[in-house]
């Protein structure tokens, strides 16, 4: 986390950072800085849960009082630039008003996001061991369905899903900040659904009059070897990286420039030094 920081660093740039709940928040107070802040009331993050969209929203909450950004990016410890800061300003700068953000109408059978992901309904780790009993307990007598029909919680809203990590302006995330208050019942209805956090914001620009401006993200992601993870960056993908310097993605979500790549371990130096040789 700290090497990417200072990889990210510049004027007028700041750093925002969620450490999930049941972390040791102490192993982390050495990255606080004058352009560092640390929330001071993390969520407990589950994978595949609402708690990871309840931890961006609080995020963008964060971020957006802190000062006038106008472009707000989600990465996680495990990312890294492919580019050198200042091309990545460059390109924003150029860009003022991109929301780089994958989506597609759901379903979707060739982004893998099936309309079970919002019609399934999902206990959240997050619940007492006798709400969890008690609601098993209702869905096994069918009093609470397991299958649930969408449409009344979404209303006119068009399903969409896509992936996590996105680079959206400051009018994006004060419509999506903004939107999620105002809808309690979508946002209830949200957190029984299984990986809330590739549809929910995604459902709401989707169907948002920024969707003109939306283009795929910007960070690379290995799933050539298929499965329910994602490949390790390597030896081999950073020499990619290096013959080709500003490469493109172009899939189900469109086409466009790669600025991130994830995920790198913070234990392989010699690795991260040779990305650091790529910008």
Known sequence: MQRLIARLRSEGTAFFIHVDKKADQRLFAHLKADDVTLLPAPVAVHWGDFSQVEAILLLMKTALAA???????????VDYPLWSTA??????????????????????????????????YTLRP????????????????????????????????????????????????EYLVDYANR??????????????????????????????????????????????????????????????????ADDVYGSGPMMFARKFSDSDDTLLQAMDGCA
């Open 183 to 248: 809808h309690p019942a979508l946002v209830r209805f949200f957190k029984g659904t299984q990986y809330a956090d590739e549809t929910f914001l995604h459902t709401i620009l989707g169907n948002s009059p920024l969707m003109a401006n939306v283009r795929r993200n910007l960070t690379y992601t290995d799933w050539s070897a298929g499965g329910a993870s994602p490949a390790n960056m390597s030896a081999r993908h950073v020499d990619y990286f290096r013959t080709k310097p500003q490469f493109s």
């Open 87 to 120: 091309s990545i300003n460059a390109f924003f700068a150029g860009q003022p008003d991109a929301e780089y953000i994958n989506l597609v109408p759901m379903p979707s059978a060739a982004a893998g996001k099936p309309l079970a992901r919002l019609t399934t």
């Open 67 to 77: 000062g006038p950004f106008t472009r707000f990016v989600l990465l996680s410890g």
């Open 126 to 173: 997050t619940l007492s061991p006798l709400h969890r009993l008690t609601l098993r307990v209702l869905l096994k007598a069918r009093i609470i369905p397991r299958v649930r029909d969408y449409q009344p919680a979404l209303g006119a809203l068009k399903p969409y899903g896509g992936s996590t990590w996105w680079a959206l302006t400051r009018p994006a995330c």
